[in-house]
């Protein structure tokens, strides 16, 4: 199991991860969300495959929802879910990761 919060940033919203995953094959991620764009994705997740998710080269059905219902390119809630996949998986430590922003 991996628990990932993700605070977007100035659009304020917050998305919590938790992601289930009896082996490296199958993970289940449940989100709590004030985004409506990720609540949409939430709703259509079902089952993910990590191999396919934490590659470029997979058939990464995060990244599917996220072009379907996401228009925000810069949106940090995408590598958050893999990040959650990956971990709860066995295929990465679990470890922060930050984005800082300045002008």
Do not use: W
């Not at 659009?11 to 289930?20: P, Q, R």
């Not at 996220?66 to 590598?79: D, G, R």
């Amino acid at each position: 199991m991996a628990k990932v919060t993700v605070e977007s940033g100035i659009c304020g919203f917050t998305t919590d991860i938790l992601a289930e995953a009896p082996d490296m094959f199958s993970c289940n991620l449940t989100i709590n969300t004030t985004c409506p764009n990720i609540q949409k994705i939430a709703a259509e997740l079902g089952t993910l495959n990590p191999l396919d998710e934490i590659s470029f080269k997979g058939n990464s059905r995060l990244r599917k929802l996220f072009f379907q219902h996401c228009p925000h390119a810069a949106c940090p809630v995408l590598p958050g879910m893999v990040k959650a996949v990956e971990v709860a998986a066995g295929l990465a430590l679990p470890q922060d990761a930050h984005i800082y922003v300045q002008k």
